[in-house]
């Protein structure tokens, strides 16, 4: 019996997903949660054999969660996405998940991966992984990346001046470009999506 944990912030998706998986002889759904933060917490309590999470989360995204899980416990992570970004499929592989699927994927062709999952093998869905690798390239510059890793950190723009060595209004101006490039309403906003394709 393959032991799962599964977790998706839309309660009915994660419904629905546990009543179809719970058709197969072989899975068993041993527990369920709506965000990041109680995944590590269900692996903890119940030991399960997969791991089933959806990417975009409210609290504590599925890569994160992820994140806190492979660095405890030797778990198999299976991801799925509505869409995926070059950097977070780079980033989950990095990470040691295990396979990478569309919330399209009908149940028997998702309950095979979990079986070869759990058997030791790897999945990354065809579609994904070719929109992740047709991204679109990088619009920042080298020193408004360089800004923006200091934005994610939740530096302020006096600290990011002082450890660049640039005026506090060139910070603000590469910053104000980098927003404008991304179409994003504040630098952490900028630098968030910075981070979600890779480029930081």
Not at 5 to 19: K, N, T
Request: aromatic letters at 4%.
């Amino acid at each position: 019996m393959i032991r799962v944990v599964l977790i998706d912030d839309e309660d009915l998706v994660r419904g629905a997903l546990a009543s179809l998986l719970e058709l197969e002889d072989d899975i068993e759904v041993v527990a369920q949660g709506s965000d990041g933060d109680v995944a590590l917490r269900l692996t903890r309590e119940h030991e399960p054999d997969i791991v089933v999470m959806d990417l975009e989360m409210q609290v504590m995204d599925g890569l994160a969660a992820a994140e806190a899980i492979l660095a405890e416990v030797a778990v198999p992570v299976v991801i799925v996405t509505r869409h995926a970004r070059h950097g977070v499929l780079k980033r989950a592989l990095t990470l040691g998940v295990r396979a990478f699927v569309p919330k399209v994927t009908p149940a028997p062709k998702l309950s095979a991966i979990l079986r070869d999952v759990h058997a030791g093998g790897r999945y990354v869905d065809p579609d994904l992984a070719a929109t992740a690798l047709t991204a679109n390239s990088c619009p920042l510059s080298e020193r408004e990346l360089e800004l923006l890793r200091h934005s994610l950190e939740g530096d302020t723009i006096a600290s990011i001046a002082e450890a660049t060595n640039l005026a506090q209004g060139t910070v603000r101006n590469y910053l104000s470009s980098a927003m404008s490039k991304l179409d994003a309403d504040t630098r952490y906003g900028a630098a968030r999506r910075a981070w979600e394709e890779g480029w930081i």
